[in-house]
């Protein structure tokens, strides 16, 4: 396959590891640069002395978004020519990382599914596995599903890729880290409520943030690589603004633990206006803290039709 101009469908084969994107020192730069696209008020990550009160370390806590946003564009050498990202499941953050470490993703295709023609175009499933180390060990790991166009004919694969439910979930519990969290905010919501973000947002810098991670889907340069009018914003986008989102409503947020599923039901555009809905669906308490798995769902709004839904992410965080 050529480095620059692929992989395609027919170029891939179960087992296949792609080639390595460079890996990336987070600096106190894309933590800022995070916080700006997102607005993710995230308080160990925006007060480095509520970080060192919690966790008695001098150094300053990386936006565990923007950890995981690194993650998926360090495996995009598999997707430069997605069609779209279809779901993750399973992602597990088996640990914090602080501003000042290097970190790179390693992936591997563990099945592939040809999918049903669309006109002249053939095209298949791609089912990655996705491991993410830094310079002082093992960060996340976890599964996503691609679609991606095959050159010439499909190649005739047919696994079993799954949907984002139908793999079991990680031990979440086991990667809590030992931080004192009773300097942060109480959980506000109590478990089966559901709460609306009155404040809504829009996507802006889309490409910038393509960029900085350096996510290789040409979908989300070009206007001329999709079959949209305009450029597909990165899912991973939406993902991140759900989550600044949450940290409103959850105010006492330490970090994200990981994602036990997360669907894209719909494109998104730079420019689009969204709004989240978030459900407590369980809360356990664990040292100063209590686990939350959450659902949120993530809309477009526009002025003159009902909001459709673009995003369906249940996850689990690690909250006062």
């Not at 905010?185 to 996507?203: F, K, N, Q, S």
């Not at 914003?233 to 006492?252: C, D, E, K, M, N």
């Amino acid at each position: 396959m050529h480095r620059l101009n692929g992989p395609y469908y027919d170029d891939l084969a179960p087992g296949t590891e792609l080639p390595k994107l460079p890996a990336v020192t987070i600096t106190d730069a894309e933590n800022v640069a995070y916080r700006s696209i997102t607005g993710d008020e995230n308080r160990l990550t925006a007060d480095r002395s509520a970080y060192a009160a919690a966790s008695g370390s001098n150094g300053a806590l990386a936006n565990p978004g923007l950890v995981l946003q690194l993650s998926i564009g360090l495996s995009t050498s598999a997707t430069r020519h997605a069609i779209a990202n279809l779901f993750y499941r399973g992602v597990l953050v088996q640990r914090p990382v602080e501003v000042g470490e290097t970190v790179q993703s390693t992936t591997t295709v563990l099945g592939m599914a040809d999918s049903r023609p669309k006109g002249d175009l053939n095209r298949g499933k791609v089912l990655l596995g996705i491991d993410t180390i830094g310079s002082n060990g093992p960060i996340a790991s976890y599964q996503r599903c691609a679609l991606l166009p095959a050159r010439g004919e499909a190649p005739g694969f047919s696994d079993d890729v799954g949907s984002a439910t139908s793999a079991p979930d990680p031990d979440y519990s086991s990667v809590i880290p030992e931080w004192d969290l009773s300097a942060l905010p109480d959980l506000p919501v109590a478990a089966g409520e559901t709460v609306e973000d009155p404040m809504e947002d829009h996507i802006d810098l889309a490409a910038a943030f393509a960029r900085m991670t350096f996510n290789q889907a040409m979908v989300h340069r070009s206007e001329f690589a999709t079959t949209y009018p305009t450029r597909l914003v990165y899912g991973g986008h939406v993902i991140a603004l759900a989550q600044a989102s949450a940290t409103r409503v959850f105010p006492g947020m330490a970090t994200v633990l990981g994602w036990k599923r997360c669907n894209h039901t719909a494109p998104a555009f730079e420019g689009d206006t969204l709004s989240f809905t978030h459900t407590l669906k369980s809360s356990d308490f664990v040292g100063t803290g209590q686990m939350l798995t959450i659902e949120t769902l993530g809309f477009r709004r526009t002025a003159d039709a009902e909001p459709e839904q673009l995003l369906d992410w249940e996850y689990v965080a690690l909250h006062r």
